[in-house]
């Protein structure tokens, strides 16, 4: 059976939707860096491998790349709000300018001690690039610099977001309609 015309989804955006605003917030951060060449995208893994993907290549500027891995201890029953470093960086980051890449912006908590422990490493400036942002879950307020689209309190995956590690290479974002299947 296929993957991408699993019929538990509901496209909410397609491929090309996507696409044409990857390509937009690119061009956003090329005018907003521009003759910048200071600029490292941070990718927080896995969720953000496709957008992060599409992104950088949006990017018409001289820039590096790096990865996190994060755990956001929110499979327990309470959230912490602390985060765990599962991969760090390779590179440091003081006096660079950061765009973390996000794929989805939930409760907010794993961005928010993200740019506390980079804003404490020296970096320059962060901002926040998020494909998706969820703001009816949110529990600490993010500036969110760059987003792609809104998205309602529903289980959304696709293009990197997961269902307990499935569906992250669906090409479109989807709901889940019942996510018990
Ligand atoms: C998801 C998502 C964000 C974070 C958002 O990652 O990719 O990183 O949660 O949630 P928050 O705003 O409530 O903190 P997850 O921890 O599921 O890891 P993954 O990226 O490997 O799927
Ligand atoms: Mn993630
Ligand atoms: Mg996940």
Do not use: W
């Amino acid at each position: 059976p296929s993957e991408f015309t699993n019929p538990n989804l509901e496209v909410l955006y397609t491929a090309e939707q996507i696409k044409q605003r990857v390509i937009q917030l690119g061009q956003q951060i090329s005018q907003d860096y521009a003759g910048n060449k200071n600029l490292v995208l941070i990718g927080i893994l896995k969720g953000s491998c496709i957008f992060m993907a599409d992104l950088m290549r949006a990017v018409d500027l001289e820039l590096i790349i790096d990865f996190m891995a994060v755990s956001s201890y929110k499979d327990g029953t309470v959230s912490s709000g602390d985060i765990e470093i599962l991969k760090d960086l390779t590179h440091p980051i003081r006096g660079k300018d950061v765009i973390i890449c996000e794929d989805i912006v939930d409760t907010g908590l794993t961005l928010f001690r993200l740019t506390e422990i980079l804003g404490s490493r020296g970096a320059n400036s962060i901002r926040v690039a998020t494909l998706l942002d969820k703001p009816e879950t949110r529990k600490k307020e993010i500036k969110i610099d760059y987003c792609g689209f809104q998205v309602p309190n529903k289980f959304v995956v696709g293009c990197g977001l997961d269902a307990a590690g499935r569906y992250r290479n669906l090409p479109f974002i989807g709901v889940v309609k019942n996510p018990s299947l």
